[in-house]
């Protein structure tokens, strides 16, 4: 492989980390707010509970089935969270591996390759990595959908 692909192939790999580091970090920031989303709604539920328990004494059995069914969709929701950040940390991990193997990539590049032409070439590589992800995730939203009508 001549040097320059060396380098093209460095930075692809690089900026794919960055946008996989990118998602998961959204993923992240969106789990955060839904597990706050749940705890707050969670405290109402309960706090609606035992108002309609003092004022309506018929209807007590039915809200205690919805707080306790609140709180296995919460325990499920915990459940699913903790999935989420353990395959974060999965991936965080192989972001980590791939960053290094890059690192060490880029470091056989000679310095003469890592400058002028080569170097716009990287980042024309990089470009159309970035639209080819895009495209795949319109793509699998697309797929999605098509699953969802059905």
């Known amino acids: ?8 192939l460095a930075i692809s790999v690089a900026v794919m ?16 707010k ?12 309960e706090a609606l509970a035992a108002d309609v328990k003092i004022r309506v004494g018929a209807v007590t059995d039915r809200v205690n ?8 969709v919460t325990t499920r929701v915990q459940q699913v969270a903790t ?20 690192h060490a990539t880029v470091n056989q590049v000679p310095p003469g390759v890592m400058k002028g032409v080569p ?14 992800v895009r495209q795949r995730m319109k793509d699998d939203r697309a797929a999605d ?3 969802a009508a059905t």
């Not at 980390?17 to 955060?32: E, H």
């Not at 839904?34 to 539920?45: D, E, K």
């Open 65 to 72: 089935a919805v707080a306790d069914d609140v709180r296995t």
């Open 17 to 32: 980390a960055l946008v996989q580091v990118g998602y998961l970090v959204g993923l992240a920031i969106a789990g955060r």
């Open 1 to 8: 492989m001549s040097d320059t692909w060396a380098a093209v």
């Open 119 to 132: 170097a716009g070439l990287a980042i024309l590589a990089a470009l159309r990595t970035v639209q080819r």
């Open 145 to 147: 959908d098509v699953y």
């Open 83 to 102: 999935s989420v950040a353990d395959g974060v940390n999965r991936v965080e991990e192989q972001v980590r591996t791939a960053g290094a193997k890059v």
């Open 34 to 45: 839904l597990m706050a989303a749940v705890a707050t709604t969670q405290q109402q539920v």
